[in-house]
């Protein structure tokens, strides 16, 4: 690699991180389109702020230009070619008169190492002479008589804009340089009033600019925004579809988000009917077996009926996990009322336990809401609350609430005998039971853990102030 690739290979680097800025994922889009727009702008006004400038210094040192070769014109009138040098007749100009007046005139000739010889100046000049670059006899014998422009310090410090002419005089076989100066202080403080009044306008205008790309910008992604909304509405359960129209460029997004939802609701709704058509090839040979092992006694049919009935409930427990799973992974669009649920769900179970006067004392907010299937949430409150059932003395409460970050919290308590904590991960298991008097399979808690973990839930098994047994659910829970 030689030098050069060497030297530009650093700011290629630079140019592609700085390009990759606005690539970054994450990046805010409005915040991407309104910097664009600002480093457009701030290099448009930069160059006009510049140019501006530029015009108005350049317009007024033409104007000085003017002035400096009226000068050199009257004072190549008034110049006379004598064999000792060249003598220049009064020129009817007062500052020309006046010492230091900042307007000078003067004539020499080219010297040795080409440099330049006073042969007559102005009074204001005094004893002094118009500076000159070292190098301006050569430009001007080859600028063939043109006048050549350059900036100096006058005699007392001030600046100066000189003009340089060289001409022929009549009798004279030597070129003559002509210089007239004049003091630009006047320029050079109109210039910079200019460029102060210019860049504050500019600054102004920018800012102005970039506050109407800002509102521009916030118009136009107004749509996106729109769409965002929708969609979070979607995922919330307050919508079903995307239902508003939107501008052209983003209505195909639009129409694909509607037709993922109809494909999700495709497959789901196809798995639930796999799910189904199993359960029925199945539970119908199982009952069939469990019938015809019923008619017989031994130890033959016992162990028949007996392992009839576990493959029955491990029908029932995959079935209702693949059917869980199917509807969790559905979640978009559903939203069931909690309060609902429940008090349904006591007024059922307090008819089913009426001999051992249970009470079920139960607390929800009405705009509480579970984002679910409602089966799925009377199935782990069902199996909860029904358990609390089983084992209290005479009580069970229940109460839900939001908890925050788009998650509810229920809470299932009963004044039972309760449950060691050793022993409640057990209980967990799929077809655990601690007691083998009690009905039941041993897989409702399983099913609730299950299904709870299914929607990105927990279950925790911990000890009530009522005595017994406390299930705390976590879920996720549906915004209003």
Request: glycine residues 8%.
């Amino acid at each position: 690699m030689s030098e050069a690739q060497a030297a530009a290979e650093p700011r290629k680097g630079v140019a592609r991180n700085w390009l990759g800025w606005f690539r970054r994922p994450g990046r805010s889009l409005t915040r991407r389109l309104v910097w664009l727009a600002a480093i457009w702008m701030l290099l448009a006004l930069v160059l006009t702020g510049w140019g501006l400038t530029s015009l108005f210094r350049e317009s007024a040192l033409r104007r000085l230009g003017v002035t400096l070769n009226e000068t050199i014109d009257q004072a190549v009138l008034a110049a006379t070619a004598t064999p000792e040098g060249v003598t220049v007749g009064p020129i009817l100009d007062q500052r020309t008169l006046n010492i230091y007046s900042g307007k000078y005139w003067a004539v020499a000739e080219p010297a040795p190492n080409d440099r330049l010889r006073t042969l007559a100046r102005s009074r204001s000049l005094w004893d002094t002479d118009l500076t000159a670059p070292a190098d301006l006899p050569p430009l001007l014998a080859r600028a063939g008589g043109e006048t050549i422009s350059y900036n100096a310090v006058g005699p007392a410090g001030e600046p100066l804009r000189v003009a340089a002419s060289m001409k022929q005089l009549p009798g004279r076989e030597a070129p003559v340089v002509f210089l007239a100066g004049i003091d630009r202080s006047a320029v050079d403080a109109d210039t910079r009033q200019f460029a102060t009044v210019t860049w504050v306008a500019l600054l102004i205008l920018g800012a102005v600019l970039v506050a109407a790309v800002l509102v521009q910008v916030q118009i136009g992604l107004r749509p996106l925004y729109g769409l965002r909304n929708e969609i979070a509405a979607v995922r919330k359960g307050r919508k079903a579809r995307i239902e508003r129209d939107y501008p052209v460029e983003i209505q195909p997004l639009a129409e694909q988000v509607n037709r993922l939802l109809d494909h999700n609701q495709e497959v789901v709704e196809r798995q639930r009917t796999h799910v189904g058509n199993l359960a029925h090839a199945l539970k119908t040979p199982i009952s069939v077996m469990l019938a015809e092992a019923g008619t017989t006694e031994g130890p033959l049919p016992e162990m028949v009926r007996r392992q009839t009935k576990v493959m029955q409930g491990q029908v029932d427990h995959h079935l209702r996990r693949a059917r869980a799973a199917a509807r969790a992974a559905h979640g978009l669009g559903e939203r069931t009322p909690v309060a609902e649920v429940i008090d349904e769900l006591a007024v059922m179970l307090e008819r089913v336990f009426e001999r051992r006067n249970v009470e079920i004392d139960w607390r929800a907010p009405d705009e509480l809401g579970f984002l679910g299937e409602r089966q799925d949430l009377q199935e782990i409150l069902g199996n909860l609350i029904e358990n609390a059932c089983i084992w209290c003395k005479r009580r069970v409460r229940v109460s839900a609430g939001p908890s925050g970050l788009g998650q509810m919290i229920a809470v299932v308590e009963d004044d039972g005998p309760g449950l060691p904590e050793d022993q409640r991960e057990t209980v967990l298991k799929r077809g655990a039971r601690l007691d083998e008097s009690a009905p039941g399979s041993g897989l409702g808690l399983s099913i609730v853990d299950e299904l709870v973990r299914a929607y990105g839930g927990r279950l925790t098994l911990g000890q009530s102030d009522l005595g017994g047994l406390k299930a705390t659910l976590e879920l996720p829970a549906a915004e209003r």
